[in-house]
């Protein structure tokens, strides 16, 4: 039986991809390249459903050095959508033989997205992913060149499609056929398309040049802020919240709370900290609980590894962020939060 391997993110896209060659009776394997930026989970889901083998593979140090330095440029924010498809087909590449499959498919339609998925970007993945002939988009392919597949019989081109361009309908339409009801909505699995997230990672890889994991974990939970003396402060939203930035924190981390009213977990990352960033931390962690109204507030704080504790009196914490004496700036926003 002819196999094919296919990239699976999980979105309609890549999940009507795999809908249409199975169709012709093609057995497919899928992978999913994972990293900080896009979750492998939607892309479980699916392969439970069209019932494909999954395998994830963690891109997370190739993807952040093309960040850095993208040979093909940035989309809108800080996504290098053109360097990094094609670093996930040549991924596939080299598991093709392994897996015995005998092509490469992705759900890529022509002119969807006008920079990384017009014709010469499409050019651009397959070349240099060296998969030229060998990648196929099922989506749009009657659109494209005959890929090797198709000319030597093991697809059908006549019953690929011709989808192009923005608009959804098509998919949607084919979604319907198939039964595909739960599905994420577009654009929406990559954290490096998101302005605020963008922001957050820029601020980031201008203090470091090779961020720990945990940084880049830490990028997407709760309000990031720098104090006065420049050190990374994170506030949380929520309670779960409140629980992943205790996860994240590192032995040389504070993680400050109110201790005797509800409130956020507040951690200032590393342990560059001087007093002034210590009192802007102490402080918002009393403005943003249900103390903030008080002359006077308890803040604890202890050590990532809990070896190191202590507290702090944030005094009038309301007035003092909101005077402008603290210069504290919030990143994803350039200023602070009131």
Not at 38 to 47: G, I, L, N, R, Y
Not at 101 to 115: C, M, N, Q, Y
Not at 250 to 257: G, H, I, K, N, S
């Amino acid at each position: 039986m002819t196999k094919a391997l296919a990239l699976l993110s999980g979105g309609l896209d890549s999940i009507l991809a795999i809908k249409v060659i199975q169709d012709q009776g093609i057995e497919v394997e899928a992978i999913c390249c994972a990293s900080p930026f896009f979750s492998p989970d939607q892309a479980k889901k699916a392969a439970a459903i069209l019932g494909v083998p999954l395998r994830i593979i963690d891109i997370t140090e190739e993807v952040l050095e093309l960040i850095k330095t993208p040979k093909h440029g940035h989309g809108r924010f800080m996504n290098p959508c053109i360097d990094c498809h094609a670093l996930m087909v040549k991924k596939a590449r080299e598991i093709l033989e392994e897996t015995k499959a005998s092509f490469i498919i992705t759900g890529e339609v022509l002119g969807e997205r006008p920079k990384s998925q017009n014709r010469n970007a499409l050019g651009i993945v397959e070349t240099e992913s060296g998969s030229k002939g060998y990648l196929l988009r099922p989506l749009s392919a009657k659109l494209l060149e005959p890929t090797i597949p198709e000319n030597e019989g093991l697809v059908d081109r006549e019953r690929l499609l011709e989808i192009k361009g923005r608009s959804r309908k098509p998919q949607l339409a084919l979604a319907k056929k198939y039964g595909i009801k739960d599905f994420p909505t577009p654009a929406g699995g990559c954290l490096l398309t998101e302005e605020k997230f963008s922001l957050r990672l820029k601020d980031l890889l201008a203090e470091k040049t090779n961020p720990v994991l945990s940084d880049l974990i830490l990028l997407r939970w709760g309000r990031h802020f720098r104090s006065s003396e420049g050190i990374k402060i994170v506030v949380s939203r929520q309670h779960n919240e409140n629980e992943e930035l205790e996860k994240l924190s590192l032995p040389t981390d504070l993680v400050f709370e109110v201790a005797d009213y509800p409130g956020p977990k507040v951690l200032v990352r590393g342990n560059n900290a001087g007093k002034v960033t210590l009192m802007e931390a102490a402080m918002l962690t009393a403005r943003y609980s249900k103390a903030r109204d008080l002359a006077e507030v308890q803040v604890s704080y202890h050590s990532g590894d809990g070896k190191k504790t202590g507290s702090m009196v944030a005094r009038s914490p309301l007035r003092f962020l909101e005077s402008g004496k603290a210069k504290i700036s919030l990143i994803d926003a350039g200023e602070f939060e009131k």
